[in-house]
C-alpha cells in the first residue's frame, strides 16, 4: 500500500512508518509531499493520509477526554496493536515528543534530537528514514528488555555475566506479545 504524510519529516511522520513497517505493512511505500498536493495525491491514487493535517484523515492528530494524540497513536488504534506493551510505551514516548510534552517522558527528548539531527546528514525524507528507524528498533527493543527485567528480575540476578544477561533477555523477548513483522 502507499501511504503519504507531509514533508520533511519530523518524529510522528518517522514513528508513523517505522510502526507500518514493522507492524503493519511489510511492503509499504511512502511518499512526502507538500501539504496542500496530499489531498489530490490520495484521490489520485488512494493512498493513505497519515499525520497529514487534512480533513477527513482518520490517521492524525486527535483528542479525546481533553487528552491530545498523535498520528501514531491513531495508527495503534485503528490497527489495534494495544496488546503489546512496548509499543504502548513506546507510544508515550512519541506522544510526548511530537506532542511538546518532552518533559512527560525522559527518553521524548532522545526521539526529538534524532528527529532534528538526521535530516541534517541526508539529502531526502527517505533517507531520514533509513536512517532513524535503527533507532525506534533499539528503543523498541530497549522497551521490551525493561518489562522483561521487571518481570523476571530475580532469575537475572542469578546470572553471572554479560553474555547470560543478554541472552536470557532476547529469549525472553522473544517470548513476549509482540506483532512485529521483522
Not at 519529516?9 to 511492503?27: E, G, S, Y
Amino acid at each position: 500500500m502507499i501511504y503519504v504524510t507531509r514533508n520533511y519529516v519530523h518524529v510522528d511522520q518517522v514513528a508513523c512508518p517505522w510502526l507500518i513497517k514493522r507492524f503493519i505493512d511489510l511492503q509499504a511505500q511512502f511518499v512526502f509531499l507538500p501539504k496542500e498536493k496530499i489531498a489530490d495525491f490520495v484521490k489520485q491514487t488512494g493512498a493513505i493520509p497519515f499525520d497529514a493535517k487534512i480533513p477527513g484523515a482518520d490517521l492524525d492528530h486527535y483528542e479525546e477526554s481533553g487528552v491530545k494524540y498523535c498520528s501514531f497513536d491513531a495508527i495503534i488504534k485503528r490497527y489495534q496493536l494495544e496488546d503489546d506493551e512496548a509499543l504502548q510505551r513506546l507510544r508515550k514516548i512519541v506522544r510526548a515528543s511530537d506532542t511538546g510534552k518532552l518533559t512527560d517522558e525522559p527518553l521524548a527528548w532522545g526521539l526529538e534530537a534524532i528527529a532534528s539531527g538526521a535530516p541534517l546528514l541526508v539529502d531526502s525524507d527517505h533517507e531520514a528514514l533509513e536512517m532513524e528507524f535503527p533507532f525506534y528498533d533499539a528503543i523498541y527493543a530497549f522497551l521490551q528488555s525493561e518489562i522483561v527485567l521487571e518481570q523476571h528480575k530475580e532469575e537475572l540476578e542469578k546470572l553471572k555475566t554479560r553474555g547470560e544477561k543478554r541472552q536470557f533477555l532476547k529469549t525472553k523477548i522473544s517470548q513476549l506479545n509482540s506483532r512485529k513483522l521483522v
